[in-house]
């Protein structure tokens, strides 16, 4: 049974058409307690069970969507615009008119949970295991518990579900990474630190227990325990510097790692494909290697933060779950084969032909290191004009030659970070570009890579050739010695593209952040020093030094 606090409250009955219970508390397997919001179809009852959609997470349960983010609340659709919406969650209004329990609930150190905050850390998934355990033994529970959530509530989904949680029956990842090192901290290696600065400040801070003033700036109810001080907040919460965990085998890196294998549950991962610098690739690696017998993969479009409320993309979670939560199954998501794998940009039963435009150059390009500010160098290399009309959808590997050499009177560099960017030319000249997560114009796709951190692991088993395996440990470091040329595989993140007949693609190469990047910067100034990298960059062309992109080319039909 709950342990509920003095303070904890039902609203009145009347008000919605669900019944809501604030601050159930939760009992967790160290001693601590979780607290979560239920909201629930008024007949729920022992007599009467309902499945559970849980969320947890660090934006506060009690923080509405319209004071967490008015102009987004603003473009969602009317009906998600309701008092209890929150930010990249279940509305309770719509899935308790369907017919299930939506728990919402707030990550240790968070909101009303007790704790010390430490988002993205095992601790914090140890904690989601129970949650979910707990609520699928209610009695108001059918036992059977679904996951659905955006962004961080689609990451952890990765995580937890490989804990196979007694209970868990389905899980919907919609826009989630699930590797935490390659697709959010470090991408190819190298530290993306500018977003998730501004995201702690501004969305997970904000909600720590024990802050003061949350009810003042209506960003949800005070702790009901009361205010901490100054002092214990600080104790209370870690944040790890993310120039500090450098490779996957750092301790705390290392307490997140698990195996995509392990889930067993129906997985419905939602890809956008202009998510090109924190999910997409998470959502479709995450279908590749989930060991579910049921996985689906569907691509979206658009921004980050709208379709998840899109009508038709609700109606698409409904039938999932229901098939799975009520063994209501209208579109034959239970049946091996009734549905295509994966939805709306692959094409079904046709085998990728891939293919390998080289660069004939004779000459060596060079460019600047440490790119940085809005004109970085680039150089750039550019196909043919396609004969007819291409399909380009998977993964791509850019197989480059580089160095790096000192400057005159300065220091040698030791290391080389390459920043590569896919880009679509129509035949009049223009770039053609895509919608990005915030709703910025973004190139097709992107991929980075540490130059030290090259080294592939051929034996590991999602190796591939068109998906270079790096393990990224410490003990993978290679040197990088000036004039040395260094042959190296570029994974750029998947994608779909189709290229009309005299259209173009643009590959460009960069020691910095170009056009598309966003709010993903890269130039941490510990992370990438002047006195390792500042130098010469360059690429060797040439019959000796072979460079190449790789292209998943779909065949007509």
Not at 374 to 403: K, R
Request: proline share 7%; hydrophobic share 35%.
């Amino acid at each position: 049974m709950a342990h509920q606090h003095p303070d904890i409250q039902t609203v009145d009955l009347t008000k919605f058409s669900y019944a809501e219970e604030q601050n159930v508390s939760i009992p967790l397997g160290n001693g601590g307690i979780i607290r979560c919001n239920l909201y629930k179809p008024k007949t729920a009852s022992s007599k009467n069970k309902f499945p559970v959609l849980i969320t947890y997470g660090p934006y506060g349960k009690d923080v509405p969507y319209d004071q967490f983010n008015p102009k987004s609340f603003a473009e969602v659709d009317a009906a998600h615009q309701t008092e209890h919406s929150a930010w990249e969650t279940p509305t309770p209004q719509y899935w308790t008119d369907h017919g299930y329990i939506v728990l919402r609930a707030d990550e240790i150190g968070i909101g009303q949970s007790p704790g010390l905050l430490n988002v993205k850390s095992a601790a914090s998934i140890d904690a989601f295991c129970d949650v979910i355990e707990w609520a699928s033994e209610q009695p108001w529970s059918s036992g059977k518990v679904g996951l659905l959530g955006v962004s961080y509530y689609a990451a952890t989904q990765w995580q937890v579900a490989a804990r196979q949680p007694r209970g868990l029956a389905a899980i919907v990842p919609w826009e989630g990474f699930s590797d935490p090192y390659s697709e959010s901290l470090r991408h190819g290696g190298i530290l993306s630190h500018k977003f998730f600065a501004g995201w702690y400040a501004r969305q997970v801070a904000p909600n720590q227990y024990g802050l003061p003033g949350r009810a003042a700036r209506n960003w949800g109810p005070d702790t009901i325990e009361g205010d901490l001080s100054a002092e214990e907040l600080e104790e209370n919460r870690h944040q790890a510097a993310g120039h500090e965990q450098r490779y996957r085998d750092d301790s705390a890196l290392a307490d997140l790692n698990f195996n995509l294998e392990d889930i067993t549950v129906p997985v419905l991962s939602v890809a956008n494909l202009g998510g090109i610098c924190l999910h997409l690739r998470g959502n479709v690696l995450g279908y590749l290697w989930a060991g579910s017998e049921f996985k689906y993969l569907r691509f979206i479009v658009g921004r980050h933060d709208l379709p998840f409320y899109y009508p038709e993309e609700v109606e698409v979670q409904r039938s999932f779950l229901d098939a799975w939560l009520k063994g209501d199954d209208r579109e034959g998501w239970t049946e091996k084969g009734a549905l295509p794998a994966a939805d709306l940009v692959l094409r079904k039963g046709k085998e990728l032909q891939f293919q390998r435009p080289h660069c004939d150059s004779t000459r060596n390009l060079s460019y600047r290191a440490l790119g940085r500010g809005e004109s970085p160098d680039i150089i750039t290399f550019c196909s043919a004009p396609f004969e007819n009309e291409t399909e380009i959808t998977g993964h791509i590997v850019v197989h480059l030659n580089v160095s790096v050499s000192r400057d005159r009177w300065g220091s040698a560099p030791s290391d080389l970070d390459l920043f590569l960017s896919l880009r679509h030319i129509s035949p009049s000249g223009d770039e053609i570009v895509y919608t990005g997560s915030t709703g910025e114009a973004v190139p097709v796709t992107k991929g980075w890579l540490h130059a030290s951190l090259r080294k592939t692991n051929p034996q590991h088993p999602h190796h591939r050739p068109w998906l270079p395996h790096r393990d990224f440990y410490s003990t993978d470091v290679l040197p990088v010695i000036p004039n040395e040329i260094y042959p190296v595989d570029v994974e750029l993140w998947p994608t779909n593209v189709v290229v009309e007949a005299g259209g173009k693609l643009i590959l460009e190469v960069s020691s910095g952040d170009t056009a598309g990047a966003g709010f993903w910067g890269h130039d941490d100034p510990i992370d990438r020093s002047e006195a390792v990298f500042r130098g010469g960059n360059h690429v060797h062309l040439g019959p000796n030094h072979v460079n190449y992109i790789t292209l998943p080319i779909i065949p007509p039909k």
